[in-house]
């Protein structure tokens, strides 16, 4: 048996599809590395990356990478970290400083970057290692299970939103009020844009203008495309949904010229554009994915200053797979939060 304190609870995967609540050795942090204990982990679609197998796992393997917890140990090398300061970990591991994107600056793009939750344990669990150069600090003002969603689909929108091309009082659409859209919606409220949002029903209009938009457009009834122009057109289009290819390439023909779509949401379609759709106006189709620790601080800070928050619902980390499957089945509104006692 092993003694007090030598072990902790985590929920991995065995298998595609398999979960497992067990216990796991404590391992101190290597060289360049910390131990985190933690307090809260997200729950993403990008986790079924993992649960599902859809990438090469070294099983088991423990998912999430939504984390937030408190400094315990540190590695060897490590400096600007301290026991005891909470700080967040992400969907990026750690990039190696050495590759070429990182040297030209790019450090989210790095070739040798791990992925948490699928290279190395992630944080359904009540402790973790993580890279301390893929850490982010956590504002004193937010709460770990707030700060949680945070880290990814919060980081996601930001910063493909604080990264677009869009001026404060241009029209900013929104596909999708989800877990990433009800987040994009708020962020891009508060950055000054005029906001419209894009959803299925009538029943979400509501909803949409709460989290802050000015017009709410309601695509199972019409074209968004003929809504964004009565409009004037969009400056940029933030595809927070993964619904379809046919849902997104309506919403670029919604473009003013030189307009952008951004394409957040990982859907199996592919996306049907027509080459006219593009060159007409100047029209593009980028994707954005995640981004860097000291963006992931910027999202955090401001937050705090805006008052963006997530729409969350919490569980236990023993009940990590109803959590999941939750979000998967789309139950969830809009996010799933682990806690760990």
Same mark, same amino acid.
């Given at each position: 048996?092993?003694?007090?304190?030598?072990?902790?609870?985590?929920?991995?995967?065995?298998?595609?599809?398999?979960?497992?609540?067990?216990?796991?050795?404590?391992?101190?942090?290597?060289?360049?590395?910390?131990?985190?204990?933690?307090?809260?982990?997200?729950?993403?679609?990008?986790?079924?990356?993992?649960?599902?197998?859809?990438?090469?796992?070294?099983?088991?393997?423990?998912?999430?990478?939504?984390?937030?917890?408190?400094?315990?140990?540190?590695?060897?090398?490590?400096?600007?970290?301290?026991?005891?300061?909470?700080?967040?970990?992400?969907?990026?591991?750690?990039?190696?400083?050495?590759?070429?994107?990182?040297?030209?600056?790019?450090?989210?793009?790095?070739?040798?970057?791990?992925?948490?939750?699928?290279?190395?344990? *992630? &944080?359904? $669990?009540? #402790?973790?290692? @993580?890279?301390?150069?893929?850490?982010?600090?956590?504002?004193? =003002? +937010?709460? /770990?299970?707030?700060?949680?969603?945070?880290?990814?689909?919060?980081?996601?929108?930001?910063?493909?939103?604080?990264?677009?091309?869009?001026?404060?009082?241009?029209?900013?659409?929104?596909?999708?009020?989800?877990?990433?859209?009800?987040?994009?919606?708020?962020?891009?409220?508060?950055?000054?844009?005029?906001?419209?949002?894009?959803?299925?029903?009538?029943?979400?209009?509501?909803?949409?203008?709460?989290?802050?938009?000015?017009?709410?457009?309601?695509?199972?009834?019409?074209?968004?495309?003929?809504?964004?122009?009565?409009?004037?057109?969009?400056?940029?289009?933030?595809?927070?949904?993964?619904?379809?290819?046919?849902?997104?390439?309506?919403?670029?023909?919604?473009?003013?010229? *030189? &307009?952008? $779509?951004? #394409?957040?949401? @990982?859907?199996?379609?592919?996306?049907?554009?027509?080459?006219? =759709? +593009?060159? /007409?106006?100047?029209?593009?189709?980028?994707?954005?994915?995640?981004?860097?620790?000291?963006?992931?601080?910027?999202?955090?800070?401001?937050?705090?200053?805006?008052?963006?928050?997530?729409?969350?619902?919490?569980?236990?980390?023993?009940?990590?797979?109803?959590?999941?499957?939750?979000?998967?089945?789309?139950?969830?509104?809009?996010?799933?939060?682990?806690?760990?006692?």
């Amino acid at each position: 048996m092993a003694k007090a304190g030598s072990t902790y609870r985590a929920v991995q995967v065995l298998s595609p599809g398999k979960l497992e609540l067990t216990e796991k050795p404590l391992l101190d942090p290597k060289p360049g590395h910390v131990r985190v204990r933690l307090e809260a982990c997200g729950v993403c679609h990008s986790d079924s990356f993992t649960v599902e197998g859809a990438f090469p796992i070294e099983w088991p393997r423990v998912p999430g990478h939504e984390v937030v917890g408190r400094i315990d140990m540190v590695g060897a090398g490590v400096e600007g970290w301290k026991v005891g300061q909470r700080v967040g970990i992400g969907f990026l591991g750690g990039s190696c400083g050495h590759c070429g994107p990182c040297r030209d600056g790019n450090l989210a793009t790095c070739r040798n970057q791990k992925i948490t939750g699928v290279h190395h344990d *992630g &944080g359904y $669990a009540e #402790v973790m290692i @993580a890279k301390a150069n893929g850490l982010m600090s956590v504002p004193d =003002d +937010l709460s /770990s299970v707030d700060a949680a969603p945070l880290l990814c689909a919060g980081l996601t929108t930001f910063g493909a939103l604080r990264n677009a091309p869009a001026k404060a009082g241009d029209l900013v659409a929104v596909l999708g009020i989800g877990g990433l859209g009800h987040l994009g919606l708020q962020y891009a409220r508060h950055m000054g844009f005029e906001v419209a949002a894009i959803g299925r029903g009538a029943d979400k209009a509501e909803l949409a203008r709460k989290l802050g938009a000015h017009h709410y457009i309601d695509n199972s009834v019409g074209s968004s495309a003929d809504a964004l122009l009565a409009l004037g057109g969009a400056a940029v289009v933030l595809v927070t949904s993964s619904s379809g290819g046919r849902t997104v390439s309506d919403t670029v023909k919604g473009l003013r010229p *030189g &307009g952008v $779509a951004i #394409v957040l949401g @990982a859907g199996p379609e592919p996306i049907e554009v027509t080459a006219t =759709d +593009l060159l /007409s106006g100047g029209r593009k189709i980028e994707g954005a994915l995640t981004g860097t620790p000291a963006t992931g601080e910027a999202t955090l800070r401001f937050s705090v200053l805006s008052g963006v928050t997530p729409m969350i619902e919490t569980m236990p980390l023993e009940r990590a797979p109803e959590a999941y499957a939750k979000m998967m089945t789309g139950k969830a509104r809009f996010r799933m939060v682990l806690t760990m006692a």
